[in-house]
């Protein structure tokens, strides 16, 4: 019993501080969260779940919602996002950044959107990792931090990692072409693949021509043609002349091996596409 009620107390103050709610960088799971909510249960702030609410309603607030009947109002919306950021809401923490990054609801303060930024990228929030790392690399972000290329790849790394497609693709460009490193075309092919199968987007078809080309060319792994060809006929319609390409340089056996490995993906993941086989030219 009394392991139980130590149990439910931990649980209690984890829920209190809650930590990050909603982590996928796509924003698939925040935005299916309003649809677990009522008008009334949302709106009624209380209950075991009130910082995430505070946190959902603080957003609606910021730009008004039709379907919540919520009417634009920047004073509550600070105010919820502010208590949720105090109950460590690291979600909330995020938003406020933006908000005083781009002068929404909140004048302008890039010290402010700075320090959140920061202490939400270091809790682990993603999307503030990616915020460090575009920022630190120069392309978008401007004015919060000075460029510095291996700070940027440290925190695209950390976004990468924990399954952020863009900050993937990102690195891998930066290796590639040597932007800012050494060219190192191992870790390029590396996170080519983390692009390509991230955790939050784990069947990127549109990073798949990407990844055919490393496999054909021989850019940080072994050549591989019946790779290149099952992803270029994974790409659709956008590989069909690079399997054209390529199929000259295959015998039939292993275009039809690259064919069956592309129709499994395919059933297994649900999906249709591809352009069928296409024959040797010689």
Known sequence: MRLMLVFLFLFAVNYVHAGIFYNDPTGREFNAAYDRFSEDRLKGLSGDDKHLKQYLLGVLYVNGDQEFNVRKDCRKAVSLLQKAWQANVVDAGFTLATMYYDGVCLDKDLDKARGLATDTAKDGYILSQRMLGRAYLGRSWKGLYPKNMEKAVFWLSKAADA????????????????????????????????????????????????????????????????????????????????????????????????????????????????????????
């Open 163 to 282: 399954g952020d497609t863009q900050s993937a693709g990102a690195l891998s460009a930066i290796y590639r072409k040597g932007i800012g490193v050494a060219v190192d075309e191992k870790k390029s092919f590396y996170w080519a693949k983390k692009s390509a199968f991230s955790k939050y987007e784990p069947d990127k078809i549109i990073n798949f021509h990407y990844l055919a080309g490393y496999y054909e060319k021989g850019v940080g792994t072994s050549v591989d043609l019946v790779s290149a060809y099952k992803y270029y006929d994974l790409s659709g319609t956008a590989g069909v002349d690079d399997k054209q390409r390529v199929a000259k340089e295959m015998t039939q056996e292993q275009i039809d091996e690259a064919l069956r490995q592309s129709k499994e993906w395919q059933k297994e993941h649900n999906v249709q596409v591809g352009g069928g086989f296409i024959r040797r030219a010689n």
